[in-house]
Structures are given as C-alpha cells and as structure tokens.
Antibody
Framework: EVQLVESGGGLVQPGGSLRLSCAAS????????MHWVRQAPGKGLVWVSR????????TYADSVKGRFTISRDNAKNTLYLQMDSLRAEDTAVYYC??????????WGQGTLVTVSS | EVVMTQSPAILSVSPGERATLSCRAS??????LAWYQQKPGQAPRLLIF???SRATGIPARFSGSGSGTEFTLTISSLQSEDFAVYYC??????????FGGGTKVEIK
C-alpha cells in the first residue's frame, strides 16, 4: 500500500525556518518525481515545488523561489522541504504528492504550518 | 500561467441526482487534466486523470470528458459520500502546475 506521511509542521515566527519531511512507503521512491502542494485555511490547492527522480532538477513556484528548497534522500525513502524566511502568507497545510505520468496520484495527509508572531 | 476556472462554485444536488461540474483552461492543456475530490479534514483523492480515465478504485458513477480547454466531471447518481469539494488540475503547461478554485457539491 502506497503511503506518504508528512511531519515537521508547527508554529513559527515570521522570518523563521522549518523543515518538512515526507516518509514514503509501499513503492520505490526513486521511480517517481515528487511535488509539494499547499492549501491555506479555507482556500484551494496551490503547487509549491517539484523534484525529479534523483534530485538533480527542481522547480519552484514564484511565491517561494529563493526561500524554499526541495530535496530527497531515496535511500531513506524521504522527501524534504526546507522553508526559510517564512511569511504569514505561507500558513497552510503542506501535502507531499507522488507523481505518475504528470499527475499527482497519491497524497499524504498533510502537515500544518502556521506562521505567526 | 494556465488559469483554471471551475463552475459553479457551489452546486446543490439531491442524493440520486446527476451532478455536472465544469472546468475551463485559459489555454489548451490537451487531455492532461485531472480531477480530485476533497472532504473536510482530508487530503485530496485522485478521481480522474488524462481527462477521462478513472483512477484505481473509483466508482463508475464518476466520469470525465473534454479536451483542449473545456472539461466536465459528471457524477451520474450522487451518493451521500460524494458531497465534497472537487478540484480540476492541469499538468500540461508548467511551471507552474495549476488547480481550479474548486466546486463544492452540497446537499440540496
């Protein structure tokens, strides 16, 4: 059974940092691109970042470029999102998703990040 | 950026009735279009990919159609568990990947 389990969310002050993790099981992580998608409270889904199979290529939404870093450790079956210089508008549930043929076929349960003083 | 517009924002339907949800892309996305269902407090669940292919385990009452810029998700006979928010998502032209704003299907 495919499972994605995010962790690392919490309350952080503006300007602070957090590192999210996504533990993958039930499939071979190195066979898939992965994405992070976020959802602000009561709002819709917004794509944040993607990483290719081996981590050699990454892409970011303009809103997080230069502040967030996506990475992966296939040996540990884990995806990461390092979030620096956090802003109030980064407050959201962050989902890691598995990509198959371009679309997101499996999603984790999400981890809540709250940026507030 | 490809803008995805969903209509209506809220759809009130009685159980057993048919629901038709629309999604329009600001430019052609071919058939690289997915639909997701999200219930309160839960992660999105993939329903349809490639505009018309049902994901594993998705009941046959869910069907998708369209290509280019106009897409439709149809739920042939609404069950109680189908009341949720539905999002369309294009994965043809990126970055960025983009989602529609969602259609909430509520009980009439």
């Amino acid at each position: 059974e495919v499972q994605l389990v995010e962790s690392g969310g919490g309350l952080v002050q503006p300007g602070g940092s957090l590192r999210l993790s996504c533990a993958a099981s039930g499939f071979t992580l190195s066979n898939h691109w992965m994405h992070w998608v976020r959802q602000a409270p009561g709002k819709g889904l917004v794509w944040v970042s993607r990483i290719n199979h081996d981590g050699s290529s990454t892409t970011y939404a303009d809103s997080v470029k230069g502040r967030f870093t996506i990475s992966r450790d296939n040996a540990k079956n884990t995806l990461y999102l390092q979030m620096d210089s956090l802003r109030a508008e980064d407050t959201a549930v962050y989902y890691c998703t598995r990509v198959s043929s371009g679309y997101n076929d499996y999603w984790g349960q999400g981890t809540l990040v709250t940026v507030s003083s | 950026e490809v803008v995805m517009t969903q209509s209506p924002a809220i759809l009130s339907v009685s159980p057993g009735e048919r629901a038709t949800l629309s999604c329009r892309a600001s430019q052609s996305v071919s058939t690289n279009l997915a639909w997701y269902q999200q219930k309160p407090g839960q992660a999105p669940r993939l329903l349809i990919f490639g505009a018309s292919s049902r994901a594993t385990g998705i009941p046959a009452r869910f069907s998708g159609s369209g290509s280019g810029t106009e897409f439709t998700l149809t739920i042939s006979s609404l069950q109680s568990e189908d009341f949720a928010v539905y999002y369309c998502h294009q994965y043809n032209n990126w970055p960025p990947l983009t989602f529609g704003g969602g259609t909430k299907v509520e009980i009439k």
